[in-house]
């Protein structure tokens, strides 16, 4: 079988959880799963070092990852991990990088896989509407979509094996705007809470967020809300033109279930919609549906999940 390689995702500066994710995914296409870190500080490669089913770990160290440049980030990468089968995750940044790697390996890319079977991959076409599989045979470069493996179990020890690499940086960094959210990214969370322009006003969000932060969820946005609100961040988009998201629970709060926004939650495993109209589009797609205003139902969702952790 061939070599897999695992590119870690990193979250705020950390390899978050997402690549314990891609190692059960490596660990289906190839053997001898080798991770590489993308890091500026070699020290945060040590995490990925306790990830079980991995024989090596590779922390490609140069100042070209303090910030995202498409074409350094691949040519540093390229420059040191093996040949074999690339895994990244399906975060937009890394389905970016994950081109830019096929390209420069002149090898295929598979996009956004949301299963595995003996060498043949799924991925979700037209908007989800409908299932590709796609059979792969020899060295490529595959993205696997957030929560949808079981995470790799951190029992293992392996060493890290640091390599200065460098790549030449084409854009130059002029100021980096904060992000509006520090709260959880949609695109890596089990539980998400969406608002729509059913939300009325932005300020109406924070019912969204006393709620999220009772369930450890994330908070998303229909594209209505986000072009409608400044204060509502496009990070928070979740849909066609905004993040794919793949939660165990999905709770979509007046939105209408356009087939836009469907496009980036379908997939979820369980979807709740709160919207005062029995006929919008999303109590189609919802598994339990509550017809009512957010301003009747998120109080008593809220109080019940309150007495729950009582
Ligand atoms: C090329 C393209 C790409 C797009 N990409 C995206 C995308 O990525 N993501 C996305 O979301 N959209 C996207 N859209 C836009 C999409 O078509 C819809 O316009 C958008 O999803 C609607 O958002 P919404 O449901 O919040 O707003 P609306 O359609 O205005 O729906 C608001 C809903 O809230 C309900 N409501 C109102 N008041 C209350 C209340 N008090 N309590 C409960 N419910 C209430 C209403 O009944 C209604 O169903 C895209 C469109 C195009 C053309």
Redesign the pocket.
């Given at each position: 079988m061939t070599e897999t390689i695992v590119i870690a995702e990193l979250s705020k500066g950390e390899i978050s959880i997402t690549t314990n994710e891609l190692v059960s995914a490596a660990n289906l296409l190839g053997t001898n799963c080798t991770i590489v870190v993308p890091c500026a500080d070699s020290t945060i490669a040590d995490k990925a070092g306790k990830i079980s089913g991995v024989s090596k770990v590779i922390a490609a160290k140069s100042t070209v990852f303090s910030n995202y440049d498409a074409a350094a980030w691949a040519e540093a990468i390229d420059s040191v991990a093996p040949a074999g089968i690339v895994v990244t995750a399906a975060s937009a940044q890394s389905k970016d990088l994950a081109a830019r790697l096929a390209a420069r390996r002149s090898i295929s890319v598979i996009q956004d896989v949301i299963a595995i079977e003996g060498g043949n991959l799924s991925t979700p076409i037209y908007s989800g509407k409908a299932i590709q599989n796609v059979s792969v045979s020899g060295n490529s470069v595959i993205s696997v979509r957030a929560n949808v493996f079981a995470p790799a179990e951190d029992s293992g020890n392996c060493e890290v094996q640091v390599i200065d690499t460098t790549g030449n940086v084409t854009t130059a960094l002029k100021e980096m705007v904060q992000r509006a959210s520090e709260r959880l990214d949609v695109s890596e969370a089990n539980i998400i809470i969406s608002g729509?322009?059913?939300m009325?006003t932005p300020a109406n969000f924070t019912h969204l967020e006393e709620i999220a932060d009772k369930l450890g969820a994330a908070v998303g946005a229909?594209?209505?809300?986000v072009d409608t609100w400044d204060e509502i961040p496009h990070s928070m988009?979740?849909?066609?033109?905004?993040k794919t998201v793949n939660p165990n629970l999905y709770i979509a709060?007046?939105?209408?279930?356009?087939i836009?926004?469907l496009a980036?939650m379908r997939s979820s495993k369980y979807i709740v919609a709160?919207?005062?109209?029995a006929d919008?589009p999303i109590f189609q797609h919802a598994d339990y549906g509550i017809v009512a205003?957010?301003?009747d139902a998120l109080p008593v969702l809220s109080s019940s999940l309150a007495n729950l952790m009582a």
């Open positions: 729509g322009r059913g009325g229909s594209r209505a809300a988009q979740v849909g066609q033109t905004g709060v007046g939105i209408s279930g356009a836009q926004h980036g709160i919207n005062k109209d919008a205003t957010w301003e």
